[in-house]
T-cell receptor, first 111, second 114 residues
Framework: GENVEQHPSTLSVQEGDSAVIKCTYS??????FPWYKQELGKRPQLIID?????GEKKDQRIAVTLNKTAKHFSLHITETQPEDSAVYFC??????????FGTGTRLKVLA | DTAVSQTPKYLVTQMGNDKSIKCEQN?????MYWYKQDSKKFLKIMFS???????INETVPNRFSPKSPDKAHLNLHINSLELGDSAVYFC?????????????FGPGTRLLVL
């Protein structure tokens, strides 16, 4: 079956520092690479996504980079702020109706 | 304007009872899902529906029975509730995966089985 792993599982950074979360997947048919953010007690929400024909995408302080050959993609957050504290999930898709969410990364931004 | 809504928000019940969770989306999406999030925050897909038809059933016990009366609604009925069913259940919707795969989640239903 498909495997989706995230590393690290927890990450603590000082406010203003950068954070990087990596997602490794096994399904070679994957062509859609999103990151979701889930704040405490709230629903997961998409923050950025990328398709397989693009290597990198940036949106203000967040970016996603893709290495399709190595089957991993990463979330980069620069100039972290306390409101970035949340659990982050990757959920690579392959145009089917089944989504396997990654194991989650709990990010804490220390003020 | 609530895009994906679920009721109830909280559900506390005894083992052995039967309960239902309702989900509605007003985004005009064809595809709806149920996810279970356990205490460790793992999000696992349970069911996928496209245009009222069941597409994916991820080895969920048959005590769980989803029903989609129309493509804007996907309800989840659970029979004979067990302690291990305690979790947060999220409904979600998206356009067809071949078109755009962004999933929009409901606020979640926190189920506690005593």
């Amino acid at each position: 079956g498909e495997n989706v792993e995230q590393h690290p599982s927890t990450l603590s950074v000082q406010e203003g520092d950068s954070a990087v979360i990596k997602c490794t997947y096994s399904d070679s048919a994957s062509n859609y690479f999103p990151w979701y953010k889930q704040e405490l007690g709230k629903r997961p929400q998409l923050i950025i996504d990328i398709r397989s024909n693009v290597g990198e995408k940036k949106d203000q302080r967040i970016a996603v980079t893709l290495n399709k050959t190595a089957k991993h993609f990463s979330l980069h957050i620069t100039e972290t702020q306390p409101e970035d504290s949340a659990v982050y999930f990757c959920a690579p898709g392959s145009g089917t109706y089944k989504y396997i969410f990654g194991t989650g990364t709990r990010l804490k931004v220390l003020a | 304007d609530t895009a994906v809504s679920q009721t109830p928000k909280y559900l506390v019940t005894q083992m052995g009872n039967d309960k239902s969770i309702k989900c509605e989306q007003n985004l005009g999406h064809d595809t709806m899902y149920w996810y279970k999030q356990d205490s460790k925050k793992f999000l696992k897909i349970m069911f996928s529906y496209n245009n009222k038809e069941l597409i994916i059933n991820e080895t969920v016990p048959n005590r769980f029975s989803p029903k989609s009366p129309d493509k804007a609604h996907l309800n989840l009925h659970i029979n004979s509730l067990e302690l291990g069913d305690s979790a947060v259940y999220f409904c979600a919707s998206s356009q067809r995966p071949s078109e755009k795969e962004t999933q929009y989640f409901g606020p979640g239903t926190r189920l506690l089985v005593l």
